[in-house]
């Protein structure tokens, strides 16, 4: 069997695929996350644990030998360790927004600009750059304690395998590694004031690295590949490689994604260039800070229950009776296809009338336009491929291609740990066919006359949040 392995940011999972890509079986853990005044940080032993644990009932539930397994994860944030592996810390979340402040001068003094026109990689208060420096001006003795400043599957990998400290070029797109060059800018790290941590940084495994497990988890002995990070690795999940076509995860975070040969860093800095294993070929993606998350907090709000989602989406019209969200809940802000440290959720159009399903229906409406509107920014041509847990839902997914006004290739199941396995098999020269591990379950088509009237609500949509940026601002 093959084995995938996911560290999600709330979520561990594991999973078993056997060589035509189906699904055998998958284990999972939730991981805690403490929320305190725009920190969010996570125990990096809970998490080591939680993959272990994972890993263990995930072989013993289906026995046999394991070919190789892949590893994925979530992105960003901080996770600094010591020599051995060990952290020093607590991990600082993609989540965390205790940096917001540099951010906010770097984007009035052109640091912002600058390190995204030479890296593609528009900063936001959850990235490596901000935090490194955050802690470099704040909890220095933290950055004096560690050897390396991970990221969380690298973590993984290393107390699996022993392995030195290493990373991929899809972890390291941001904020640091030239497109290029495929190599950590200089520069980049001077201009936000970290040249003296430079060797925090770990180095680049191109392509991605790979060693054999110590024991822990996984057989002693398995083949084991690290990388990439949780978005680039949907995407070969869904089988999204040919240029112009693009992935959208609806996830904690909203993700989308376009594969492409280009490299622009001219516009508007948003968004990053993920480099891919192919030289050339990358990812165009905007992660927004938001995605289910933001429904869950609605849900929690309003007492409803996940099954009780498509049955009311049903009850509501679309425009959800007037009620509108621009669904923007992080307490860092936006970074897709915007950065906008300050901007928060806005509801409006309520009034004693509305129900639940209004407010349900039009957190909904208000995470498609948000997608739709990171899609267009990241030059979305092609086919549209969706995956993650928003999936399990098909009154949204009927919704989600409404807004869009387009067809939906929905991939259901362990995405990121299939795509893993696949960029393992790659790098170890195991021969797997892609297509059919990658084939939709199902493609959920717009209805012609609900598109027509999501398109018109979509540019009301722009109207409002441009003033809500506006008020953002200050």
């Known amino acids: 069997m093959y084995v995938g392995i996911d560290v999600g940011t709330s979520m561990v999972k594991a999973a078993a695929f056997d060589a035509e890509g189906r699904e055998l079986a998958v284990e999972a853990r939730p991981v805690g996350l403490a929320l305190h ?6 125990d990096m032993e809970e998490v080591y644990a939680a993959v272990v644990g994972v890993l263990q009932e995930l072989t013993a539930r289906v026995p046999g030998p394991v070919e190789l397994a892949g590893l994925t994860g979530q992105g960003d944030g901080v996770w600094l360790v010591d020599k051995e592996g060990r952290p020093v810390r607590p991990a600082a979340s993609w989540m965390d927004g205790r940096a917001h402040e540099l951010l ?12 995204f026109r030479r890296t593609g990689s528009a900063m936001f208060p959850g990235c490596p750059g901000p935090l490194l420096a955050w802690f ?3 909890e220095p003795h933290s950055l004096d304690a560690a050897a390396t400043a991970l990221y969380c599957k690298d973590m993984v990998f290393r107390r699996l395998t022993g392995a030195p400290a290493t990373t991929d070029v899809s972890d390291a797109s941001m904020p640091f590694l030239d497109p290029r060059t495929r190599e950590y800018d200089n520069r980049a790290v001077e201009l936000l004031g970290l040249t003296h941590r430079r060797g925090l940084l770990a180095p680049v495994g191109d392509p991605i690295t790979t060693a054999e497990t110590l024991g822990e988890g996984l057989p002693s002995g398995t083949r084991l ?20 076509d693009g992935l959208l995860i609806v996830g904690t975070c909203l993700a989308s994604l376009v594969a492409t040969t280009d490299l622009d860093l001219t516009g508007e800095p948003a968004g990053l260039y993920i480099s891919t294993d192919r030289p050339g070929h990358r990812l165009r ?3 927004a800070m938001v995605g289910t998350a933001a429904l869950d907090w609605v849900l929690s709000t309003t007492g409803v229950h996940h099954e ?28 897709a296809p915007f950065v906008e440290p300050h901007l928060r959720a806005e509801l409006t159009g309520i009034s004693l009338e509305s129900t639940k399903g209004d407010l349900i229906r039009a957190t909904c409406e208000g995470i498609g336009f948000a997608a739709r509107h990171c899609l267009e920014a990241a030059g979305l041509t092609g086919t549209l491929a969706v995956c993650g847990g928003g999936t399990r839902s098909p009154a949204w997914m009927r919704l989600l291609a409404d807004v869009l006004g387009r ?5 259901e199941g362990e995405v990121g740990a299939r795509g893993a396995v696949l960029a393992a ?7 797997l066919d892609a297509s059919a591990w990658t084939e939709p379950t199902r493609v959920v088509d717009p209805d012609a006359g609900r598109a027509a009237y999501y398109a018109k609500a979509y540019e009301d949509h722009l109207s409002r949040l441009a003033a809500a940026r506006g008020r953002a601002r200050g």
């Open 37 to 42: 005044g725009g920190i969010v940080e996570q």
């Open 136 to 138: 470099d001006r704040y």
């Open 425 to 431: 098999a790659q790098r170890y020269g195991v021969a």
């Open 285 to 287: 993606a905007m992660p």
């Open 308 to 335: 009780e989602v498509d049955a009311l989406l049903a009850e509501a019209p679309p425009g959800a009776n007037g009620v509108r969200v621009l669904p923007y809940f992080a307490p860092s802000g936006e970074r």
């Open 407 to 411: 067809p939906l290739k929905v991939v």
């Open 225 to 244: 590949a690290n990388g990439p990070y949780d978005l680039p690795s949907c995407a070969l999940g869904a089988g999204v490689t040919t240029p112009g």
């Open 104 to 115: 906010d001068q770097w984007l009035a003094d052109g640091t912002f600009e600058a390190v």
